[in-house]
Nanobody, 115 residues
Framework: QVQLVESGGGLVQAGGSLRLSCVAS????????MGWYRQAPGKQRELVAT???????NYTNSVKGRFTISRDNTKNTVYLQMNSLKHEDTAVYYC?????????WGQGTQVTVSS
């Protein structure tokens, strides 16, 4: 079993920055993909960014150039640096870890961007 714990959410003004962290614990298979998803009120959960164990990253178009995902594999931790935040970034952000057909989720952390 894998447990994921997010931290770093909060309230920030538009144009500000926030850094999310997610620590994985339990039985961690090395060759995994970690990522961040978000769900805003009244909307479906969407993929924000992913990072493979080898460091290959992918972003949804709406955050390209503003968000950066990174990993520290020695700590089983993934980060999401969010810059130039917009009101539409407001959502609950979920950390995920996937390997083959197994997919694990954190509890989520609230990010609120005031306009």
């Amino acid at each position: 079993q894998v447990q994921l714990v997010e931290s770093g959410g909060g309230l920030v003004q538009a144009g500000g920055s926030l850094r999310l962290s997610c620590v994985a614990s339990g039985t961690i298979f090395r060759f995994n993909t970690m990522g961040w998803y978000r769900q805003a009120p009244g909307k479906q959960r969407e993929l924000v960014a992913t990072a493979t164990c080898g460091g290959v990253t992918n972003y949804t178009n709406s955050v390209k150039g503003r968000f950066t995902i990174s990993r520290d594999n020695t700590k089983n931790t993934v980060y999401l640096q969010m810059n130039s935040l917009k009101h539409e970034d407001t959502a609950v952000y979920y950390c995920s870890l996937g390997v083959i057909q197994n997919h694990y989720w954190g509890q989520g952390t609230q990010v609120t961007v005031s306009s």
